[in-house]
Structures are given as C-alpha cells and as structure tokens.
C-alpha cells in the first residue's frame, strides 16, 4: 500500500501514480525507504508526501502537477546524514540545505531526464533558506508542502500514540 501521510487513498491506482510510475520504483528512489528522515518517518515517506500533496494543490491550480509530483519524489533524493554532514562541515562548504537540494537534482538526473521546472523545483525546495528564489509558482508550492509535510511527519504520530494511549 502506498499513501501519504493522513490520508487513506491508496495512490497506485489513481492519476497521482501514473505521473510518477516510470521513477518510482528506481533503485536509488527505494534506496530511500532505509534512511530516517524528519524523526518519525524515512526519506522515501517524507518524499511521497511531498510528491502526492504538491501534486493536489498544483492541480487544483492548473499548475503542473506531473512535474510536481515527479519534482517532490526526488527533491530530497540523497544519501548522507545530515546531521554528520552538519558536524563536519568546514567553513566554505555548503550548507546541507543547498547541498542537498544540488545532489537531489544531480541524483534525479540520473534517473530520468529532468525540465527545467522540475530542476528548479528540486535546487530550490528550500528557500528562503537557500537564496535563489523559485522562479515558477509549482516552486513555491513544494516549498511550502515540503515544510507542511514535515510538520505533520513531526506531530501526527506523536497525536496518534496520545490518542492510543488514551483508548487504552
């Protein structure tokens, strides 16, 4: 079963799968499902999240939902730790938060042949932090949704295990 936090639509079997079916089952995306990310779920979940939900509002919008979609699968498509790559880093080097995005999208070209919307989705999912500024509206929205997901991946199970507890 594949589905984004908080909601329970299967997402195989939907217009949301057909945008990203040819990527989704890469090797290095799968890679993604062994790796921690945000606490309380892995880099492959905070990636389909990203991915399912910028594709709902861009097409809510008449925006590009394809690229979205396909955009937030790979915009955080790298291996490291941020944590040891934070503790090692010396002054000169880049953040981990353009870092990432710049290995993202290097990663995500080597899966598949990237536009340049969603090359500008992938290098610059972290802005404000990162300086460049999107350049399309769909940027914008994986922004936002990629720091939305994070909240809930943060908070939801939290809520969750209160409310089993309480049941209990």
Known sequence: MLKAICSAKELTDNSYYDCVSDIIESRQIQELKSIRHHVSTTRFQH???VSYYSYIVCRKFSLNARSAARAGLMHDLFYYDRKEYNSKKTKGQASHSRKHSLEACANAAEITAITKLERDMIEKHM???TRS????KETYVITF???YCAVLEFFVPRVQRMIRRKTQ
Do not use: A, E, Q, T
């Open 47 to 49: 990636c389909i999240n």
């Open 127 to 129: 802005w404000p932090i």
């Open 133 to 136: 500024k999107p350049g399309y």
């Open 145 to 147: 949704i990629d720091k």
